[in-house]
């Protein structure tokens, strides 16, 4: 695939799994352009901490999406990398706060902008692909549940005060609403492929969708969509839903259904199973039948053990996709669509 082919692949989502994704993707870069698309609404823990003291915009997801398409040639870049995801470790007002979050903020201040801050990071860290906030107001996430409760803020919708007893959502919006970031639609618009998750349904991938003009601009896009199942459920956002309820809740706030749907087919490790029981979340079971959609059922299952930050105060998951396994799935599609393009023109000439 020359340059001219590369394929442009849009990666909508925040946090962990967008991080997951785009670090599989960059093996791809000479092949692919990738754009991550991430929420604007995270507010908490450190990012939520930076973005009171200092009334920008939330750090930690686009952080997390630079570290993940950061280069990694050699020991300098490697080093440049590791510093930026640096997580202090102390039990004073520096304790939980991150490096790369420190740096953002810094870059913002000395830039003026949050746009210029970001644009400056990828040029430290040479990072292969771009990285857009979905808007550049300042916005909260707003949970509307089935019992009449609303809820504001990222991080109690995240980890909700009633814990297990909280009840599903119903929908989801922002406070106040909030333009399209014109880049993002952009490369929507532009897009062979929009990849949404993977990641929490609500607060890291519908944070995003919910964002005024982004259904247009992913209705209005020729890009086929995808979805990345999620491995396992989540209090307060996704109880007893499976692969089948996700997609529809998805389908629901990007006006389509989605081309083709990710889903592991891998045992999940029985001893984190148990501890996510105590919590009451479960695997997300493919429920799907006959669906109107492609499902891509394949082993996407990290085999290495899931070491937290020290520092981190946050709540993460601990049985989490594989990148190298995740990003080849999206690569073979890619290579799908370039074969039904030549088909196409093949049949034209005939």
Do not use: W
Not at 225 to 252: C, I
Request: net charge negative; glycine share 8%; charged share 25%.
């Amino acid at each position: 695939m020359s340059g001219l082919d590369k394929k442009k692949v849009v990666v909508v989502g925040g946090g962990t799994g967008t991080h997951t994704l785009l670090t599989g993707l960059k093996q791809y870069r000479g092949l692919i352009d990738v754009t991550a698309v991430v929420t604007m609404a995270d507010s908490g823990g450190a990012t939520g901490k930076l973005r009171d003291e200092f009334g920008y915009l939330p750090v930690g997801d686009v952080r997390m999406a630079l570290a993940a398409l950061a280069k990694e040639d050699d020991e300098h870049d490697s080093l440049i990398r590791k510093l930026f995801l640096h997580r202090f470790d102390t039990n004073g007002e520096m304790g939980g706060h991150n490096f790369g979050n420190l740096f953002l903020v810094a870059l913002t201040d000395i830039l003026g902008s949050e746009e210029k801050a970001i644009e400056a990071a990828s040029r430290v860290l040479n990072i292969s692909g771009k990285v857009l906030p979905v808007t550049t107001e300042d916005v909260q996430l707003v949970a509307q549940y089935e019992d009449g409760m609303k809820v504001t803020g990222e991080h109690d919708i995240d980890e909700p005060k009633l814990g297990i007893n909280t009840p599903r959502i119903k929908s989801l919006t922002i406070e106040p609403q909030a333009t399209l970031n014109p880049n993002v639609r952009r490369e929507l618009l532009e897009a062979d492929l929009i990849v949404f998750g993977p990641g929490d349904l609500y607060t890291s991938v519908l944070a995003n969708c919910v964002v005024d003009g982004f259904k247009d601009a992913v209705t209005s896009s020729n890009a086929k969509k995808a979805y990345v199942a999620n491995l396992m459920t989540k209090v307060g956002q996704t109880t007893d839903m499976g692969v089948k309820e996700h997609v529809e809740e998805l389908s629901k706030y990007i006006g389509n259904k989605p081309d083709f749907v990710f889903v592991n087919n891998n045992d999940l490790p029985t001893e984190l199973l148990k501890r996510y029981e105590t919590e009451n979340e479960f695997p997300v079971c493919d429920n799907c039948g006959d669906a109107d959609f492609e499902i891509y059922a394949t082993d996407l299952l990290a085999s290495e053990e899931i070491v937290m930050s020290k520092g981190d105060v946050l709540r993460r998951s601990l049985i989490r996709h594989d990148s190298s396994k995740l990003a080849r799935v999206v690569y073979e599609i890619l290579q799908n669509f370039e074969f039904r393009d030549r088909v196409a023109e093949v049949e034209t000439i005939a």
